[in-house]
């Protein structure tokens, strides 16, 4: 089991930056791709950022490309989603979530998710 904890949600004005942190601790010596998810109320959970196993591949879609960067620090188990020129439609529950074996836009595909950090964008 994998457990995931994220912080770093909050409040911020239109254009402001967060980031976010997601810290995985139970059986992280295997490696797990990485991804970000956000969910705004009556919408369906979205796909935000992802990241290898290795760190060395990472993908985002259309809504988010060049605002938003994914990272991850294996000696902290942690992966980090920067988060620039917010926009109030970015306010969202944001999930972390753990894949064995690669990053995939559908939420159903994951093996393990945190219980997810608000961010609220205020115009």
């Known amino acids: 089991q994998v457990q995931l904890v994220e912080s770093g949600g909050g409040l911020v004005q239109a254009g402001g930056s967060l980031r976010l942190s997601c810290t995985a601790s139970?059986?992280?010596?295997?490696?797990?791709?990485m991804a970000w998810f956000r969910q705004a109320p009556g919408k369906e959970r979205e796909f935000v950022a992802g990241i290898s196993w290795s760190g060395g591949n990472t993908g985002y879609p259309d809504s988010v490309k060049g605002r938003v960067t994914i990272s991850g620090d294996n000696a902290k188990n942690t992966v980090y989603l920067q988060m620039n020129s917010l926009k109030p439609e970015d306010t969202a529950v944001y999930y972390c979530a753990a894949h064995r074996v690669r990053v995939t836009t559908n939420p159903d595909e994951y093996d393990y998710w945190g219980q997810g950090t608000q961010v609220t964008v205020s115009s």
């Open positions: 139970g059986r992280t010596s295997r490696s797990y791709a």
